[in-house]
Nanobody, 124 residues
Framework: QEWLVESGGGSVQAGGSLRLSCTTAGRTFGHLHMAWFRQTPGKDFEFVAAITWKGIDKYYGDSVKGRFAISRDNGENSIYLQMNDLKAEDTALYYC?????????????????WGQGTQVTVST
């Protein structure tokens, strides 16, 4: 069931920034733990970042630590991913996901709700 909608992807040069957004299109999601994963053709989902439902705890994949920041606004039913100092290896399809009780925050299969993905392309 897809009721998460991502936006904000696009093309940017290396070193640039993008901000991804994810909203529930009217449904409330304050009870969901949320995360971003990314995928490139032929590869498994890679964990990018996750945030607990109150927004207190945040987790990041090793490849994005110090460059990306996840945040949420439950009043707006939205989460965000600020991506700075982008690199060519950040090029991927980025997915917003959510679940009330993911088995692990950094494992894609633990999330029930998915968006359709938004493409990020970083050129050198």
């Amino acid at each position: 069931q897809e009721w998460l909608v991502e936006s904000g992807g696009g093309s940017v040069q290396a070193g640039g920034s993008l901000r991804l957004s994810c909203t529930t299109a009217g449904r409330t999601f304050g009870h969901l733990h949320m995360a971003w994963f990314r995928q490139t053709p032929g590869k498994d989902f890679e964990f990018v970042a996750a945030i607990t439902w109150k927004g207190i705890d945040k987790y990041y994949g090793d490849s994005v630590k110090g460059r990306f920041a996840i945040s949420r606004d439950n009043g707006e039913n939205s989460i965000y991913l600020q991506m700075n100092d982008l690199k060519a290896e950040d090029t991927a399809l980025y997915y917003c996901v959510g679940d009330p009780t993911p088995s692990r925050m950094d494992v894609a299969s633990g999330y029930e709700y998915w968006g359709q993905g938004t493409q990020v392309t970083v050129s050198t």
